[in-house]
């Protein structure tokens, strides 16, 4: 099974818009790290923003914000009032305990803001 | 702060020939992986290292190896190149190996072209 799943291959959002970037994990560790990163075409991978597994409440940095709904395992990634520098692809990435540096990664959303 | 340092960033290759690439992580960071990505897997762990140790390995043939010198910079080396083995090699580190929200930083990579 994968551990780590993004259904939405492409997702396009209005500028000034919210957006919401689906992920659903799959673990049975009680500890884990849950990431999202975001990769413009140049290809660096740019760490947006982080979720404990024992955290009780949703990660947020500036305008990215963590939807964490741990029965569902399901840590959607939502982006407030869009620019056009947010075209990119997202992707969703688990770190489960004891596993050292080990990060699995959904296949990606690619996000494309329209002005 | 100087961040990770990925040495070439492009190079082509012929089937067959061996192929080293370089990382330098960001200074005190003493963990080290290595990520391939390509359209078609997405991104796969290869291994990490942690003070010059290989703590974890990722599912990938014998041809794939790395290593870590004492001053946390890695190097990861495929021999007899084939060309499924084109695609953007990412290194990435963090400073405590792992634990938390200890997030990974990556390199821009190296686009390695196989023909």
């Known amino acids: 099974a994968q551990k780590i799943t993004q259904t939405q291959p492409g997702m396009f959002v209005q500028e000034k818009e919210a957006v919401t970037l689906d992920c659903t994990y799959d673990?049975?560790?009680?500890?884990?790290?849950l990431f999202w990163y975001k990769q413009p075409s140049s290809g660096e991978m740019i760490f947006l923003i982080y979720?404990?597994?024992?955290?009780?409440q949703n990660a947020t940095e500036g305008r990215y914000s963590l939807n964490f709904q741990k029965a569902r395992k399901s840590a959607n990634l939502v982006i407030s009032a869009s620019q056009l520098g947010d075209s990119a692809m997202y992707f969703c990435?688990?770190?489960?305990?004891?596993?050292?540096?080990?990060?699995?990664f959904g296949t990606g959303t690619s996000l494309t803001v329209i002005p | 702060k100087a961040g990770v340092t990925q040495t070439p960033r492009y190079l082509i290759k012929t089937r067959g020939q061996q192929v080293t690439l370089s990382c330098s992580p960001i200074?005190?960071?003493?963990?080290v992986s290595w990520y391939q990505q390509t359209p078609g897997q997405g991104l796969q762990f290869l291994f990490e290292?942690?003070?010059?140790?290989?703590?974890n390995k990722g599912n990938f043939p014998g041809r794939f190896s790395g290593r870590q010198f004492s001053n946390s910079r890695s190097e990861m080396n495929v021999s007899t190149l084939e060309l499924g083995d084109s695609a953007l090699y990412l290194c990435?580190?963090?400073?405590?190996?792992?634990?938390?929200?200890?997030?990974?930083?990556f390199g821009e990579g190296s686009w390695l072209t196989v023909v």
């Open positions: 990435a580190s963090s400073k405590k190996g792992g634990q938390g929200v200890d997030t990974i930083y």
């Open positions: 673990t049975s560790d009680p500890s884990y790290g």
């Open positions: 979720q404990g597994s024992y955290d009780q």
């Open positions: 990435a688990m770190r489960e305990g004891g596993t050292g540096n080990q990060f699995y």
């Open positions: 200074s005190g960071h003493r963990s």
């Open positions: 290292y942690f003070s010059e140790t290989q703590r």
